[in-house]
């Protein structure tokens, strides 16, 4: 139905920044792009899957309080794209970042259970 492929993870020092991107296809997603909310989430070892940003079609956005400031999301509706610009990245940022989408209405979830499709993860490590 929707397919996520995520990328632009990579090693950077503290301080420096990545932009992540998430494309997504599918029949359902290119007929329906404007009905799904999409976020992104990481994982760093040993700890649970945490909410990092969402975004609707619409452009509204929802931040987790550890990024606001530093980290921003976007969308471009035309190459059903999303991103994760990411500045003054910290050692506490280094995790597995996975791109989510889901079909629901109302507002953005920060709830990992609410999002119905996943990409594979593109990993982001950053030095002390």
């Known amino acids: 139905q929707v397919q996520l492929v995520e990328s632009g993870g990579g090693l950077v020092q503290a301080g420096g920044s990545l932009r992540l991107a998430c494309a997504a296809s599918?029949?359902?997603?290119?007929?329906?792009?404007?009905?799904?909310?999409m976020a992104w989430f990481r994982q760093a070892p040993g700890k649970e899957r945490e909410f990092v940003a969402a975004i609707k079609f619409s452009t509204s956005t929802r931040y987790a309080d550890s990024v606001k400031g530093r980290f921003t999301i976007a969308r471009d509706n035309v190459k059903n794209t999303m991103y994760l610009q990411m500045n003054n990245l910290q050692p506490d940022d280094s995790a597995v970042y996975y791109c989510?989408?889901?079909?629901?209405?109302?507002?953005?979830?920060?709830?990992?259970?609410?999002?119905?499709?996943w990409g594979q993860g593109t990993q982001v490590s950053v030095s002390s």
């Open positions: 599918g029949r359902t997603f290119s007929s329906y792009a404007y009905g799904y909310h």
């Open positions: 989510a989408a889901n079909q629901r209405a109302g507002d953005l979830s920060g709830r990992m259970t609410d999002y119905d499709f």
